[in-house]
């Protein structure tokens, strides 16, 4: 038997492989993140704005019709907090 098992019958050789990839990936995204930074350093060193950046790429992320239900409601909540608001009722005695 090549596999150590462990108390509960799992093979420890299985774990640690299962170990040992998730944390090859964890350094592959690591890696991946840096490199996103540097990208964003370089445009900013190209004076554009990062903020704006990654708003469109959140955008970019969503479907046309969420992007476009969210754009609606952005519109109406700005307009409805620039509208005068209404005078209260008077309340008969």
């Known amino acids: 038997m ?3 098992i462990d108390t509960v019958g ?3 050789d299985r774990i640690r492989s299962i170990i040992e990839r998730i944390e090859r990936l964890d350094e592959e995204i690591k890696d991946l993140m840096e490199a996103k930074k540097e990208i964003f350093a370089e ?3 190209e004076g554009l704005d990062v ?3 990654k708003e469109i790429l959140k955008l ?3 479907d046309k019709d ?3 239900e969210q754009e609606s409601l952005l519109e109406l909540y700005l ?7 209404p005078a209260p009722i ?3 005695a």
Do not use: F, H
């Open 10 to 12: 799992v093979a420890g």
């Open 79 to 85: 307009r409805a907090m620039d509208a005068p608001s």
């Open 2 to 4: 090549s596999d150590t």
């Open 90 to 92: 008077a309340q008969a």
């Open 66 to 68: 969420e992007r476009d």
């Open 60 to 62: 970019r992320k969503q």
């Open 43 to 45: 445009a900013k060193g």
């Open 51 to 53: 903020k704006v950046l």
